[in-house]
């Protein structure tokens, strides 16, 4: 089966570093691009950026640019996202999913998604 | 960048309704555009891609259409599972993958 499972909730405090991860399994991690997305408590789906594990090529939403730290090891099929220093505006879901390229050059889907972790930041 | 709107921003009908939903690009996006469902507590599902492509184990009663700047999902007979919030996205750009603010279906 293919599937991407992330890690368990979070609660930090503000000024705190965090990393997250999600491993995919059941296909070639290496050969597509994951994304990380954001939802905000009662708000729509944002987009932070994608990285392709093969070669850790990586692109970041202008939002999210300098905010996050995208990362994968292939070796393991897991990708990242981190924080250096959270802030109480950093409180969310957030989701992994993976970047299917759609058949006759269609474009990009996001096709498989993980369970997604809650972080929340509170002192 | 390329913004997606998205209308209305909720409704509400009842089962067995045609429901339709619009998203509009800023610039033309060609037939990149894929929605989601996402019900509460619950990742997004992909419903569309490509405009009008039914993914795999999707309904029937799921339907897109629409090319360059305006697309639409339709609903063709509204169930009890479909209540759930529904967003666009573009692939036009595939290093700025914008979705929609959503749309919230509710039942009647």
């Known amino acids: 089966e293919v599937q991407l499972v992330q890690s368990g909730a979070e609660v930090k405090k503000p000024g705190e570093s965090l990393k997250i991860s999600c491993k995919g399994s059941?296909?070639?991690?290496?050969?597509?691009?994951i994304g990380w997305v954001r939802q905000m408590p009662g708000k729509g789906l944002e987009w932070m950026g994608i990285?392709?594990?093969?070669?850790?090529?990586?692109r970041y939403s202008p939002s999210f640019q300098g905010q996050v730290t995208i990362s994968a090891d292939k070796s393991i099929s897991t990708a990242y996202l981190q924080w250096s220093s959270l802030k109480a505006s950093d409180t969310a879901m957030y989701y992994c999913?993976?970047?299917?390229?759609?058949?006759?050059?269609?474009?990009?889907?996001?096709?498989?998604w993980g369970q997604g972790t809650m972080v929340t930041v509170s002192s | 960048d390329i913004q997606m709107t998205q209308s209305p921003s909720s409704l509400s009908a009842s089962v067995g309704d045609r429901v339709t939903i619009t998203c509009r690009a800023s610039?033309?996006?060609?037939?990149?555009l894929n929605w989601y469902q996402q019900k509460p507590g619950k990742a997004p599902k992909l419903l569309i891609y490509?405009?009008?492509s039914l993914q795999s184990g999707v309904p029937s009663r799921f339907s897109g259409s629409g090319s360059g700047t305006d697309f639409t999902l339709t609903i063709s007979s509204l169930q009890p599972e479909d209540f759930a919030t529904y967003y666009c996205?573009?692939?036009?750009?595939?290093?700025?993958?914008?979705f929609g603010g959503g749309t919230k279906v509710e039942i009647k």
């Open positions: 996205q573009q692939s036009y750009s595939m290093f700025y993958l914008t």
């Open positions: 990285i392709y594990p093969g070669d850790s090529d990586t």
């Open positions: 490509a405009a009008s």
């Open positions: 610039q033309s996006i060609s037939s990149y």
């Open positions: 059941g296909y070639s991690f290496t050969s597509y691009w």
């Open positions: 999913a993976r970047l299917r390229e759609l058949e006759r050059r269609l474009g990009y889907a996001f096709d498989i």
